[in-house]
């Protein structure tokens, strides 16, 4: 009964076009509905109930992992929701669930609302591209579609390390594969070690979380192969001192030369409610590696990036106050969201007077 009652609510969810759906003790089945929380008119879920549906899904092994490390993340294939990925944590000692759905397309540029210039990075022979932003703002989604692009115009090898997979890439022109932590891989780091032994030329990660990660995907970077990944960090600047300062010593100023050779450029996205409800609209900061970005880089001059981002036009690079004021004037968010969003809210208020 309780897989039965699983597939409803996933059918219910994507019945809605719900981003995602949660279910927590307490609480009738939750849907995340144009970045809002619907509550469905169903009872509230039990602890019994939600203990036995993550029974029916775990195996023997994930289910070890979970009650090892009290939070586990896989991905399923349903029949009627598609491909979906599954969070599972505890609360007062009793697993819950959120679940996210990956779609069964890879979006256009247009739909998405991502930049043009987004696809000169996607063609870049090396470097490392970075996509960031909080949980939500569809960095994998970017993530995907830089990786459709590659295998959709270049003869190559791509390696995917995903926790988990969300979207699984035919070969198009480029051979993909793509490898699942715990189901393939051990751990990110072991995978990024072993990954360069078997002949890449692009290398996807699906978030790179720590000093070790880090300075795999850097190396790899230098060394002829081209390398995105995602980090969660709201702009640019920050997502560039997390970098460094994961660092210290010696091996934070190797870093910062490394960053400052490798870095082929960045883009900073969030989804914000558009004017009508009905949808979320990307808004985004994207930087351009040029020769000043670079030079910042190496003098770790990181505060300079936000002029540089301003000025920068030419080179395709967007400031995220500018991206803001610009999709208010297109009516496509409202005032106070753009206001709201802003990191330096006089920006916005004096260009919309």
């Not at 719900?18 to 939750?30: I, R």
């Not at 793509?178 to 072993?194: G, I, K, M, P, Y």
């Not at 934070?252 to 969030?270: K, W, Y």
């Not at 981002?309 to 106050?321: A, W």
Request: with cysteine; proline share 3%; net charge negative.
């Amino acid at each position: 009964m309780s897989a039965e009652n699983l597939d409803r609510f996933l059918a219910a969810a994507n019945d809605f076009d719900a981003s995602d759906l949660h279910l927590v003790v307490g609480v009738p089945p939750a849907f995340r509905v144009n970045g809002e929380i619907i509550i469905a008119d169903e009872d509230a879920l039990t602890e019994q109930q939600l203990t036995a549906m993550a029974t029916s899904l775990l195996n023997e092994q994930q289910q070890r992992k979970f009650d090892l490390d009290w939070e586990l993340c896989i991905s399923l294939l349903h029949s009627v929701a598609g491909r979906v990925r599954a969070t599972f944590y505890r609360r007062n000692g009793h697993p819950e669930m959120s679940f996210r759905f990956c779609g069964e397309r890879i979006a256009t540029r247009a739909e998405l609302g991502l930049p043009d210039r987004l696809d000169e990075l996607a063609r870049k022979p090396n470097g490392l591209v970075l996509i960031t932003g909080p949980t939500g703002a569809g960095k994998t989604t970017t993530l995907n579609y830089l990786v459709d692009v590659i295998n959709s115009e270049r003869r190559c090898k791509i390696v995917t390390i995903e926790d988990p997979i969300e979207f699984v890439h035919q070969n198009k022109r480029a051979i993909v594969v793509q490898q699942e932590v715990l189901t393939d891989v051990r751990s990110f780091n072991r995978a990024l070690v072993h990954v360069l032994r078997q002949d890449p030329d692009v290398i996807v990660v699906g978030e790179m979380r720590d000093f070790e990660a880090i300075s795999t995907a850097l190396t790899a970077a230098e060394t002829g192969h081209l390398v995105l990944a995602t980090m969660h960090s709201p702009n640019v600047s920050h997502a560039l001192e997390r970098i460094i300062g994961v660092f210290e010593g010696s091996a934070q100023r190797q870093i910062v030369l490394q960053l400052s050779n490798a870095l082929q450029g960045i883009i900073a996205q969030d989804l914000l409610p558009a004017t009508d409800r009905t949808r979320r609209v990307l808004a985004y900061e994207l930087l351009m590696a040029n020769g000043a970005v670079r030079n910042i880089i190496r003098e770790n001059q990181l505060h300079h990036l936000e002029n540089t981002l301003q000025t920068g036009r030419k080179d395709g690079m967007v400031l995220m106050d500018n991206c803001l004021y610009d999709l208010y004037c297109k009516c496509q968010i409202s005032y106070d969201t753009a206001v709201s969003r802003a990191r330096q809210p006089d920006r916005i208020i004096r260009q919309g007077l």
